[in-house]
């Protein structure tokens, strides 16, 4: 591989990390490494080579993670002899734990009456982690930044992941996520806050209905009418269908003219 092809392999990595997991992994595993285990506590003890590496890779793509991330095995694969047996990292304590967590919830999803429904859904720990070592969901990531650095740390915190996993099931990047997140703080009294993370998002991404309605609301809370009427009107504009947002913009106006 030369540079320009090991640099558009990176791109087409940080693109799709998941398959790219998957290929680095099975690259660097010797052919042999899961003919024979010697130390399942968990997974049946007569799981084929084949089911244990479909099982190794699931693990690794769901978690974005590499093989040593649990087992106790060097990634540059200069060990001559790694041993996957060693059970001496706490991430293989938890993903044993998941492992049997998962087929409890198998079973009692299986106990549900589904038999309208040709195929049914079986819960993995992509279901879950979608490329994340902890599931954590947006909200809770943005809550988190701004804990420790306030609304400026919530705008830089989208932007970086937004940059990083846009396009991946990991995190719901949508704009009216930050619309939600920014009615929220709205709520608890921080128009200010608020109505900084709605402009970010109305600059980046522009003629976002959820984004648009938000500002209004917010101004509404300020009351600050003529902001909130030219953002109801950019709605109608945009929404010429919707007599919802045509019946909000007659009561704001009336409410102004009042
Ligand atoms: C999220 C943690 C995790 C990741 C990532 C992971 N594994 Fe595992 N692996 C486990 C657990 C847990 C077991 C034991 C399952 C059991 O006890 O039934 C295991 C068992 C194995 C075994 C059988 C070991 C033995 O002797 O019993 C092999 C081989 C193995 N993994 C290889 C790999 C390879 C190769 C990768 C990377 C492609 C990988 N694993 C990624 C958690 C992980
Ligand atoms: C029902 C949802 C769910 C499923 C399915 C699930 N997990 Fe998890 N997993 C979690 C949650 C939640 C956490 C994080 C707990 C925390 O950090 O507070 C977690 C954490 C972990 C961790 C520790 C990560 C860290 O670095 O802190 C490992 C390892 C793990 N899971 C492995 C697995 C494996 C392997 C599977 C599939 C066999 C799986 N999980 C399936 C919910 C799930």
Known sequence: MNISDSMSFRHWCLTTLALCVFILASQHVRADTFDDPKNLKVLPSDI??????????GF???LNARCSYCH????????????????????????REMLQMVDVINGRVSNLDFSPRQQKVEVQCMTCHRG???????????NEARENG????????YSE??????????????????????????????????????????ENFPDQERVLFALARVHQQRNE???AIAFLRELVRLLPDSSFYAEQLGLAEKAHAE
Do not use: C
């Not at 084949?50 to 890779?57: H, N």
């Not at 306030?150 to 915190?157: H, L, R, S, T, Y």
């Open 161 to 202: 992941l937004r940059e990083r996993y846009y396009g991946n099931h990991t995190f719901d990047l949508r704009p009216s996520t930050l619309a939600g997140f920014a009615r929220k703080v709205a709520s608890e009294g921080d128009t200010d806050g608020s109505i900084k993370i709605l402009d970010f998002a109305n």
């Open 72 to 95: 106790m095995v060097d990634d540059a694969l200069s060990m001559p002899d790694p041993d996957y047996s060693a059970d001496d990292k706490w991430t293989m304590q938890v993903a």
């Open 60 to 62: 690794s793509a769901a």
């Open 150 to 157: 306030g609304i400026d740390a919530v705008i830089a915190k």
């Open 48 to 57: 084929t080579p084949d089911e244990l590496r479909r099982t190794m890779v």
């Open 132 to 142: 994340q070592n902890r599931p954590i969901l947006i909200l809770q990531v943005l």
């Open 225 to 227: 009418n003529d902001q």
